[in-house]
């Protein structure tokens, strides 16, 4: 937890009116939900990938709803479902706050809850889901940062996405599949992709992710989808939230197969 003990932690759980009637280390790497039946709530703190590694348990078990707490680096996840994350305000609101169901999306059996980024340096991802939050000026001020981490991309493989309503699969160097801005959907992924071939596509596709409206021009496009297969001639690197993936051709990308309950504050 990014500068917080566990002590700090616990002693703003109790002020904000919880009880704490236990607690599970999960630094092993399993996830064990059967002492977490008879609870009111199940609060996960840490990053992306450990709040991950305990929402893919929850999603298989009968489990109280989960709280996420915003005590890692990026804080993917917490973005995702809170409008705050300001750790103290999550959880003084947390009692009185709604559960809704969190959809899940899947490559090759791997869970994500927010998105899937294929061919993308790690910091152009953390760029993307920055962006999401941000708004008009803010928005626009981020763009060169966004375009130089987009930069990178250019320097990764070739691979073709077929979208399942598709007739032919479309030839692409990056992609970018997001879960719904909110936790009630109709079901289907964001899919952004393109070939960075030069600057220009490259500034095209920037523009297309960080400005809403913006029309689809070149290589560059936007859709939506339920399901997609990614093929490449070798392994294909994926990032899950954050975390990095190397993946066998073909990825199968799907959403809304697995669900958990979660506290939106």
């Known amino acids: 937890m990014r500068g917080l003990t566990i002590d700090a932690l616990r002693k703003a759980i ?29 609060a996960i703190a840490g990053g992306d990938g450990t709040v991950m590694a305990v929402l893919n348990a929850c999603a298989d078990a009968d489990t109280p709803p989960v709280l ?51 061919g993308i340096s790690p910091a152009f991802a953390r760029l993307r889901e920055e962006m999401r939050d941000n708004r008009g000026w803010r928005r626009i001020r981020r763009f060169p940062a966004y375009l130089a981490a987009g930069f990178r991309s250019f320097f990764r493989g070739q691979f073709y996405a077929n979208l399942h309503d598709d007739l032919a699969p479309r030839r692409t160097t990056a992609l970018y599949v997001s879960c719904p801005d909110t936790l009630v959907t109709d079901g289907r992924f964001t899919v952004q992709g393109g070939r960075m071939r030069n600057i220009a596509d490259l500034a095209g596709g920037v523009a297309l992710a960080a400005v809403p409206g913006f029309p689809e021009a070149g290589p560059n496009w936007i859709t939506e989808a339920k399901r997609l297969t990614v093929t490449s001639r070798g392994h294909v690197p994926v990032l899950l939230d954050g975390e990095p993936e190397r993946m066998d051709s073909p990825v199968e990308l799907e959403f809304g ?3 958990v309950d979660v506290i939106a504050v």
Not at 77 to 93: C, F, Q
């Open 68 to 118: 996420v707490l915003p005590c890692g680096t990026a804080n993917l996840l917490a973005r995702h479902i809170h409008s705050t994350i300001a750790l103290d305000e999550v959880l003084a609101g947390a009692r009185d706050a709604a559960v809704k169901p969190l959809e899940l999306g899947e490559a090759n059996g791997k869970t994500f809850a927010v998105a899937a980024a294929i």
């Open 14 to 42: 109790v002020d904000a009116g919880w009880t704490v009637s236990g607690e599970t280390d999960i630094t092993s790497g399993s996830v064990d939900t059967a002492d977490m039946a008879d609870a009111d709530a199940v």
């Open 257 to 259: 197969t697995r669900c």
